[in-house]
């Protein structure tokens, strides 16, 4: 049987197995929300950690407020 696009996908990006049967993957691009990007920066700061690919690292801020529409309509990001 053909592999379905997700197992392409998942094997494609499979680093290893763990000795608890789980996968470690690779993730090629890192979306951050602007709301709880500051308390996971700073852990990772604590921990002497650094971000592998900073690169793909894309930060997201999007307002929910109404007065911070932009004057077309859409909101900043």
Known sequence: MAA??????W????V??????QT??????????E???PQAFDMLRQHGWTVAFPDRTVRHR????????ADDGRSST
């Open 35 to 37: 709301v709880t990007s």
């Open 16 to 21: 290893r197995t763990l000795p608890s049967g």
């Open 62 to 69: 999007r307002s929910h407020r109404a007065d911070a529409l």
């Open 4 to 9: 379905t696009l997700f197992q392409k996908v």
């Open 11 to 14: 094997d494609a990006h499979t």
């Open 24 to 33: 470690q993957l690779f993730v090629g691009l890192h979306l951050v929300h």
